[in-house]
């Protein structure tokens, strides 16, 4: 199976389906952030690795079986008439969608934060989902009137799945866009019961500077900002984010002990084996931290996997 990624970011799909067990050619990756890429090429083999989607050449990629693209988001101009691929320019979706239309890849998967199904009054999904289905395609099994003239006729399912209800105590929602050049009868997969918490994504005897000092705990504990109050290792974890804002939580009630989540933890809470994350060499907390709140959830890419590909 010939396998393309773009926002690549550390290869959370790269990694799903090797968790899967399931043979694949990584033809391409694609990541701007050159951190990533350090640690994507510690983890993964590509035959070619672009920097920007921008600026490639989409004519000389191969004809991929499965395409992945966790794209921002970005505002469309919609004023007037709408115009399909012409609104989205300008946008990274843009070369998404002009990637599709070269590459024609039989199944692609696309992710984004669930804002996106209400940005700009839905208007900005509504486009996206047209854009990919109109001209042949369908929207979650009906056939749909067509808008746009230069759609790209792709099947497209679309569904917002929760990290929490795939294996992992984060409570992390994000929209999923699948799409198939020939038609095909597909269901998300449905959600599995929660067995763990977030004390059993802890590690042992963490180092000491993941410990908050006095004056953050006293911060912590006063503030109204919720993003900032510690979380209990009996729940679950709120959503990692790309930047700052790492989950706190209590340690120990008599002495109000209170440490952040260390880096290998938020791998963990992305489903990466800690096997794979001590292979990464040379890079920061900061970057490690980062990586793994700009990730998709490997856990929920594998329950995917398991219902586009077996």
Known sequence: MKLGTDFSGIGAPEMALKYL????????????????RQSFKQLHKTKKFYNDITT????????????IAGFPCQAFSIA?????????????FYNVAEFIKIN????????????????????TFQTIIDILSNNGGTQNGQISLDMLDDGLGYHIYWQVLNTKNYGIPQNRERIFIVGFKD????????????KLTLENMLQDNPNSKYFLSDKMIKFVLNTDFREAKPISKKGISR????????????????????RRLTPLECWRLQGFKDDDFFTIKDISDTQLYKQ??????????????????L
């Open 56 to 67: 490639r050449d989409h004519k000389e990629v191969e004809q991929l079986d499965l395409y």
């Open 104 to 123: 024609k890849p039989k199944v692609f998967v696309l992710e984004n934060v669930k804002g996106l199904v209400s940005h700009d009054s839905g208007k």
């Open 21 to 36: 067990g399931i043979e694949f050619e990584s033809v391409f990756a694609c990541e701007i952030d050159k951190y990533a």
């Open 183 to 194: 038609f095909k009868e597909f269901n998300f997969p449905k959600p599995i019961e929660l």
């Open 239 to 258: 959503c990692l984010k790309v930047g700052g804002d790492v989950p706190c939580f209590e340690v120990k009630t008599n002495t109000k002990k209170i």
């Open 80 to 92: 007037g008439k709408r115009k399909g691929f012409e609104d989205t320019r300008g946008t990274l």
């Open 292 to 309: 793994a709140g700009n990730s998709i959830t490997v856990n929920v890419l594998m329950a995917l996997f398991k219902k586009i590909l």
